[in-house]
């Protein structure tokens, strides 16, 4: 019976043990986790990509998906320069805003490509 309450103790402190670790791994995230996971980066993030979303949506409908590919991330460039410098005020060095920035608009294309070949086929079923 003794064995049993000082086990069950046990493993009582032992959870409640990993629970506050797992707790304050939530609460404390690593520098590089801080800054891109902010609700300020994330609002210049959506803001670039409704931007190029919007911008290829009207660059699709009067010229080539190529141009249009090519030309709506450049009309946007702005958007894009205010995520470069907000990571300027953080703690990374400048080549690894770079390729942050670079990660940005390459995801953003992407999802540019697959927006535009979405509207275009959903266009030509209706």
Known sequence: MKVNILSSG?????????AAGI?????TLPPSQQLTDSSLF??????????????????????????????APIACRRDLLQIKKMLIGGPYKIEVIDQ??????????IDMVNHIFTNKIKAARH
């Open 100 to 109: 942050l920035v670079e990660s940005v608009q390459e995801g953003v294309e």
């Open 10 to 18: 046990l493993i009582a402190f032992t959870l409640s043990f990993l």
């Open 42 to 71: 994330l609002q210049h993030k959506e803001k670039y990509t409704k931007c190029v979303l919007e911008k290829a949506e009207a660059f699709s409908q009067v010229t080539e998906l190529d141009t249009a590919f090519k030309y």
């Open 23 to 27: 707790h304050a791994n939530e609460k």
